[in-house]
């Protein structure tokens, strides 16, 4: 199967409405993995007394994390997958989890559809990214943080030479915690 991958940059671009139903589509995948997105988005991303509902909150997660997005295609031009890529000059989530943080771009979030998963999507993206989107930041590093349950994303960051560089435990409540990964290019 071919695919295609392209990126956007800031979270204003043609493709916002298609990810973000993408995102709602899978909404309920990911709360029976840790939480739903807008679970995450109302735990992470609101102020105290604000809750989202809905889209609402798929809305706010995609704003708030996505500086760059990526997205891949397949031969049909129906949306596969899509990876969040935030720069942010302060990033206090990354500074708390990792020892002598130097600042990078942050993977904050990929979804591929089930169909086309262990395809090497993951792999392509983060090639992309690598290749367009790096070389645009004054920077040499990228992170990304995974729940302690992901074994997919863990392997896959594993796999795209990442090293796994703190493990938070139970942060993300349940028993679950988080896995800090980071890659210098």
């Known amino acids: ?42 735990r992470y991303l609101t102020e105290e007394n604000e809750e989202l509902h809905g889209r609402d909150g798929i809305i706010r997660y995609y704003e708030r994390l996505c500086d760059e997005l990526v997205v891949v295609h397949d031969e049909n031009n129906s949306l596969v997958a899509c990876r969040f890529v935030e720069f942010d000059e302060d990033d206090e989530y990354f500074r708390e989890r990792v020892e002598e943080y130097v600042q990078g771009l942050n ?21 992309h990214i690598e290749d367009n989107i790096l070389p645009n930041y004054d920077v040499d590093r990228m992170y990304l943080a995974t729940a302690t349950t992901n074994e997919a994303m863990q392997s896959a960051a594993v796999n795209g030479g990442f090293q796994c560089i703190n493990k938070v435990e139970d942060d993300r409540d349940n028993g679950i915690g988080t896995y800090v990964y980071m890659k210098t290019v």
């Open 107 to 127: 993977l904050t979030f990929a979804l591929v559809d089930e169909e086309h998963r262990s395809k090497g999507i993951w792999s392509m993206m983060l090639e």
């Open 1 to 42: 199967m071919q695919y295609k991958i392209s990126h956007y940059q800031s979270s204003e671009n043609p493709m916002k409405e298609d990810v973000i139903d993408f995102l709602w589509e899978y909404n309920d995948e990911f709360a029976e993995m840790e939480i739903s997105l807008v679970e995450q988005a109302n």
